[in-house]
């Protein structure tokens, strides 16, 4: 478990890596990353913070994204596989604990 989710978070600051050298990053405030949530076709961006990324209900959605998609993202940022409300509210409880 704890290789998997060094592989994880070795992933995930691969991407941020990658996404601090593109030029779509302009509105991608320092230490946060762009996440596009939703399912099917229809994917809604959200800017969050790089601390969710050692939370581990965040690693549970970044876990379901590896399953289902890889961290081969052509839409420029990290895709999570779960319906928008179910994103709203985890963002919502790990803001309120920071």
């Known amino acids: 478990m704890a290789i998997r989710m060094a592989r ?3 992933s995930s600051k691969q991407l941020l890596k990658s996404l601090s050298h593109s030029s779509n ?4 405030p320092k230490g946060h ?4 949530v939703g399912e099917r076709m229809q994917k809604r961006r959200f800017v969050v ?9 965040f690693q549970k959605l970044l876990r379901k994204a590896e399953e289902e998609f890889g961290f081969d ?8 596989p779960c319906t928008e409300q ?3 509210d985890l ?3 790990l803001s309120t604990s920071s």
């Open 8 to 10: 994880v978070l070795q």
């Open 25 to 28: 990053n302009v509105d991608i």
């Open 33 to 36: 990353l762009a996440v596009y």
């Open 49 to 57: 913070p790089v601390t969710y990324l050692s939370h581990p209900s």
């Open 73 to 80: 993202h052509p839409m420029g940022g990290l895709t999570i």
């Open 86 to 88: 179910i994103f709203i």
């Open 91 to 93: 963002a919502s409880r």
